[in-house]
């Protein structure tokens, strides 16, 4: 380079250096401008959203509120031990009744239900609630029974036992039938008998 052009060059340099720097570029970020319209739509849709959440939640608790939460139950209680949770006793009852039904067909005979059970108010949820079929066979496995049997008295004093109480009065009755069969029934007005006769289960 020539030593002449030198000064001048330096000076283009420095004047190139000062306008780039006069005309650095600043970036400004302009605010987005929303419309009434724009913000009454987003305003809308939230509200819409948050209704529907809030109806979602609400119709899941009041359909499984028992899931939820735990509510007024009954506990099943045998011999100290806790068997299950019940909403309703009645259902205790009817399981109960049906087995009680079963056991003296099977046996052929009268039974009776020696197992004590107890029933106490409880919070249960939902899903710690048996089925009906459950809590009949929860109550199978748990069952003591034995089977009856009666035992006549006459005047105080042992005489025979049977297996129920038809079949004891129907005897008691034989003999009232044995003693009057030679009489006029229209001539009879009452039958009864001298002896102090009692029907005893045991």
């Known amino acids: 380079m020539k030593p002449k052009n030198l000064p001048f060059i330096m000076f ?5 250096s000062k ?3 006069q005309l650095d570029e600043k970036k400004h970020r302009q605010p987005l401008r929303l419309t009434k319209r ?10 819409t959203t948050l209704i529907l959440n809030v109806m979602y939640v609400s119709d899941y608790l009041r359909t499984h509120e028992n899931n939820v939460y735990a509510t007024d139950s009954f506990t099943l209680m045998s011999e100290g031990k ?6 309703d006793p009645e259902l205790f009852d009817a399981a109960l009744r049906k087995l009680n039904k079963e056991l003296e067909k099977k046996v052929e005979h ?25 809590l009949y066979e929860l109550i199978k496995s748990n069952i003591i029974y034995s089977i009856m049997a009666y035992q ?7 005489i025979g036992i049977v297996d129920s109480e038809y079949e004891a009065n129907s005897i008691i009755e034989e003999v009232k039938h ?12 009452e039958v009864t008998t001298v002896e102090d006769i009692e029907i005893k289960q045991v």
Not at 38 to 47: D, W
Not at 152 to 158: F, P
């Open 12 to 16: 283009n340099r420095n004047l190139n």
């Open 38 to 47: 724009v913000k009454g739509i987003i305003s809308l849709l939230l509200i």
């Open 82 to 87: 806790e068997l299950c949770k019940l909403r």
């Open 152 to 158: 006549i008295n006459v005047n105080g004093e042992k």
């Open 178 to 189: 044995h003693f009057t069969k030679d009489y006029d029934k229209e001539s009879l007005l």
């Open 19 to 21: 306008v780039f720097l």
């Open 110 to 134: 009268e039974i009776k239900i020696e197992s004590k059970f107890d029933l106490i108010p409880s919070k249960a949820k939902d899903k710690e609630i048996p089925r009906e079929d459950e």
